[in-house]
């Protein structure tokens, strides 16, 4: 039996991931040893406060107040930074990396952020390792897949369900055909949404995934203001309603597909899904992301995308391998991330599903169809809802749907720009009421 | 610019997936080189008729007949079996690796043997890699990801549909309503089954790689002739029916499952899957494995499970990360396998579909329920087919079924071995005029 080493980790954090990474890192030693090739001790906990009382998980004697001694502390040989955020996290972790210690994030902003690509260089120049694998969709373990097992795979496209409290909704807006402010509040009741749930329906946090997925993907180097991003705010019922009917379902998806050579397009964006597409089974909180390569074809990884212990098992599982790396003196691969073009959505092509309330009197279809045809976006079919369905459900969004009809669209395949355009001169007739939604519906061909 | 090192590639065989390993290797050199961190290069390509025409991909110069040289070539540096099988195959990657090279296999009934086990010890104990990434479930990033993103993962059970042959068979029963023996046919047709589609149907292939699971899941050697056997022949319509008019499908299973500390389940069988399971929606000829973890719950990696290209495009993943290891002097983790005991599935629970042709007449009933009870095995429904419907189908199976009924049970939880043995009573009762079918029905209790 060879000697026993061991790797001493520094955890900043004490939060919701930081308990259970923790625990598991002592609970599971025995096992984890076997795993490392080398013991894991966690020798300090840096926390904000360390009056808060912590969960049994974290023991007193390693609560630490002093981060910034932990990060540059000869006695620690790994950093985990679990604070989340820019301001705080980011200097901890190039103050850790420029005293030569590998360091485990989950923390998207910060990756995603304009700092993240210093800091992954950072990474490089000083030999250690920077790794997140729980940074984007939990403890599916996709960061790996794409930066090692995918690594000869020329890469066409990635599509993911990354935000599992945007799904959870669409999940229950689909399901119970509830309005979103009520399954809102349901999952505000649960904790599955926050009180202020703007970061998620806005699709914030899906854009900082996707700004990391263009890293890993495709090996560019994007930030979470290059990504284009709406999110979830703008469903409404019928949206839902002509999905199923039409075989869909909306998810929110943060998207990144090869446009030319050293082109991407990143984007967030709900989109109409066919219901025999993997990705239209991913229900609740769950997330997945699917690949699409040129040899590999079509792969799906499925998982928990959030929680406390989903996400400390993605963050042990790369406390292991930076241990090992550590110990034979390597990195995990992470070849020089290559500049990039970030493609305009304007022209992009995809078919769409428009809504629009018009009054509801002859000649409006007409002067509606005229301003589709007037930017080259060609109908392929059109419905109007009845009357009293339209009137029941405008007047429980509190609106007044009197002498209104319901005009229910999808395109042809055509530029977002020209649907933008189309959309502003509709906007603009008198009978059009409410350009009410404009969703892209997949598939969309190939770039 | 650093200086640019050469790794040399020895392939051995030129079939349908050596064919595109070397395409790959080659039309991507550039982009391989930057993630590999050297040039990788095709030195030889060993068959076993060299006068045989090859495809493109393959040029006449690197074609050798004599695989035994390529292996201990000192001008070779990784060694690539895409031979198949284990009478050639495995004295070849034992001389590689006795050479100090490693390996790179797709090969699955080599590692599914039990010269597995010794394969693997002999690479440890050399430090070269074996890797085979490719074996299970074609372009699927599953070994990696159970091997390290889900190292410090205490996994609880795998489950796989891992032949593609037999789950586009029963896919296709499925949608299409129709026998196996048209389905087949159709599929043999497609190229989707072999002409002997035994290997596939009586569940071999599946057990292979069930045998594999145990091994990279749970770091147990586990043997193919280890593994619990049942393939899906003896399906019917009525089976399949009876699944979806209760909300399941039918899908062949590989399942790996942790009994208590140190013992596994390591099984094959048809298995009803409820259709809101992730596993229900994997369709046609694609592949997937599920996996339950304490900590990251529940995850499923989906893909193509088969083809030159898709399993070419793991192979050449594997290719890489071997160069890089070489290149560090390092290998991949391979934790030493521990003993194990095989859990036999007469203990393992779960509830059971039955389906029995019965004489049509009063008391009939009440025998078989008896029997059930005998055995200890409670009824949770039952359910008989109108005898026009059975006519009709059995008619279409050439069997008469004039003056029969069919009962359809489904049970409690029950022992697997409890069910064996009402099987056989009922098998003994005049009146039970054939047995047709038991299957298990998940979700089962955790073990």
Partial sequence: MRAVRTVRIGVLGGGTVAAPVVGLLRERAEDLAVQAGARLEVVHVAVADVAKPRPPEVPAALVTGDAAAVVVDPGVDVVVELIGGVDVAGPLVRAALEAGKPVVTANKALLASPEGAELRSLARSHGVDLLYEAAVAGAIPLVRALRQSLT?????????????????????????????????????????????????????????????????????????????????????????????????????????????????????????????????????????????????????????????????????????????????????????????????????????????????????????????????VSISSMEQETPERLADEEGAAGRDASGLARLLFVTHEAATGDVAATLADLDAIPAVVRVANALRILPWERR
């Fill in 152 to 376: 000869g795979e020329r890469i066409v496209r990635v599509m993911g369900i990354v935000n599992g409290t945007t799904n959870y909704l669409l999940t229950k807006m689909d399901e119970q055909d509830a309005p979103y402010v009520a399954v809102l509040a349901e999952a505000q009741r649960l904790g599955l949404a926050e009180r202020d749930p703007t970061a998620d329906v806005a699709g914030q946090d899906a854009a900082a995934k996707a700004a990391i997925l263009a890293g890993v993907a495709f090996g560019y180097d994007v930030s979470v203001d290059q990504v284009d991003c709406e999110g979830i705010t703008a469903i409404e019922q019928p949206d839902v309603a002509f999905a199923r009917r039409t075989g869909h379902v909306v998810k929110l998806l943060a998207i990144v597909e090869r446009v030319g050579e050293g082109s991407v397009s990143v984007r967030v964006h709900p989109t109409l899904v066919p219901r025999d597409h993997p990705l239209a089974g991913v229900r609740d909180a769950f997330n997945a992301v699917f690949v699409e390569g040129e040899a590999a074809g079509e792969l799906m990884l499925y998982g928990q995308g959030a929680g406390g212990l989903p996400t400390a098992s993605a963050v042990v599982g790369d406390v292991i391998d930076a241990a090992r790396n550590l110990l034979a003196g390597t990195t995990a691969p992470a070849p020089e991330r290559r500049p990039v073009r970030i493609e305009p959505p304007s022209s992009l092509c995809s078919r769409y599903y428009v809504r629009l309330d018009v009054e509801d009197r002859p000649g409006v279809l007409g002067a509606v169809a005229t301003v589709f045809g007037s930017h080259g």
